[in-house]
């Protein structure tokens, strides 16, 4: 009996994935009104796999339990095996927090957040815990009773900056035009791009350089690789324009020869 109730919760969870990841598929392909956006579709399917599995796991151990203790109900076997397996009180805040992130939408599957010192993707939403990868490659699985403060980076248009420094013996206002020209070819280019790029001046008077601030917005999560794009393509005008970026050079003087010709 408990083997066969170990290959009904096995089978179970299997057919319940299944049939969720169809209706989330089905979701994201509609174009419906009532449907859901393909963000939040994935993050009510993987909440529905954990309420899946939870409640396969806590029906089929309750019912291995009942089994085991026949002197036992059923009901007090699953309520025994929750309350002494995960701790009543930890996994009632864990379940109420879940919930109220999930109908609050503070973050959705494939949001880029920060909770505590863990910032990365969410992974995977579940009643009990949250799961995020960083850059890193790094998976971390946080309690939702846990969570205090959330940071959401994925909501809204995020700004990129580009500092680029030129020479103090270049024009500045050339050397602007030439930066301006850039943004406005790469602005049609790239399709990451939110809000027009505004070239704003110079920004500093280093010791060696001028530095000029360009700043923009893109979607998120596509700020620094629109960061990068933008730098090498202006770096490739300015050396076809002839407008140096300064470098730290080393000048060699041979006392000998100055001496000689003295």
Not at 199 to 220: E, Q
Not at 243 to 256: D, G, R
Request: proline share 2%.
């Amino acid at each position: 009996m408990i083997i066969l109730t170990i290959i009904l919760m096995y089978i179970s969870i299997k057919l319940g994935n299944h049939l969720i990841k169809k209706f989330v598929d089905r979701q994201i392909k509609s174009n419906a009104m009532l449907s859901l956006d393909s963000q939040r579709a994935k993050t009510l399917g993987e909440v529905l796999k954990s309420v899946l599995k939870y409640l396969v796991y806590f029906l089929g151990i309750g019912s291995i339990l009942s089994n085991l203790f026949n002197g036992m109900s059923f009901t007090f076997a699953s309520i025994g095996g929750v309350a002494v397996g995960f701790g009543a009180q930890s996994l009632v805040k864990d379940l109420i927090n879940g919930f109220f992130i999930l109908f609050e939408d503070q973050f959705g599957v494939g949001d880029y957040i920060t909770i505590g010192e863990f910032s990365g993707i969410v992974e995977s939403i579940g009643i009990r815990t949250i799961v995020i990868k960083d850059f890193s490659g790094d998976v971390h699985s946080i309690p939702n009773g846990s969570i205090i403060q959330v940071t959401n980076h994925s909501r809204d248009n995020i700004r990129f900056i580009v500092d680029v420094d030129i020479a103090y013996e270049e024009n500045i206002d050339n050397a602007i035009n030439v930066i301006k020209k850039t943004c406005e070819k790469f602005e049609e280019q790239n399709e990451d791009i939110r809000e027009p790029i505004q070239v704003l001046g110079v920004n500093a008077l280093n010791a060696s350089s001028v530095t000029i601030r360009v700043i923009g917005k893109a979607k998120p999560l596509k700020q620094w690789e629109t960061e990068r794009e933008l730098r090498k393509l202006i770096k490739i005008k300015l050396d076809e324009d002839g407008i140096e970026i300064p470098y730290p050079k080393t000048q060699l003087i041979n006392l000998n020869l100055e001496k000689e010709r003295i």
